[in-house]
């Protein structure tokens, strides 16, 4: 069974930076489309980053192009979210979510979430 174990979030002021890890386990990270989601307050959870299972490609929600990368390492079995400039709207959980390699808009494992909050 594939778990996701989510972590690196924390207090940050505005305009700091946090970066966040997920390790997969009980399966191979290679063979998952992986991506980041949120869910702040009161909000509806949504998607914040993704990356194939190979790296070769990734997406950004507007929100946060140019100031979020995703990327992984397959050989350490983890994927990265590197969060900059953040602002006070970026507040929320953060879950790590994983899918079929060839089916982009299915995530089958979650990760428990953690949660970043950004003051001024």
């Known amino acids: 069974q594939v778990q996701l174990v989510d972590s690196g979030g924390g207090l940050v002021q505005i305009g700091g930076s946090l970066r966040l890890s997920c390790v997969v386990s009980g399966g191979t990270a290679s063979n998952h489309h992986m991506a980041w989601f949120r869910q702040a307050p009161g909000k509806e959870r949504m998607i914040v980053a993704g990356?194939?299972?190979?790296?070769?490609?990734?997406e950004y929600a507007n929100s946060v192009k140019g100031r979020f990368t995703i990327s992984r390492d397959n050989a350490k079995n983890t994927v990265y979210l590197r969060m900059n400039s953040l602002k006070l709207e970026d507040t929320a959980v953060y879950y790590c979510?994983?899918?079929?390699?060839?089916?982009?808009?299915?995530?089958?494992?979650w990760g428990q979430g953690t949660q970043v909050t950004v003051s001024s």
């Open positions: 990356i194939t299972w190979d790296g070769t490609h990734t």
């Open positions: 979510a994983a899918g079929p390699k060839l089916n982009l808009v299915r995530y089958d494992y």
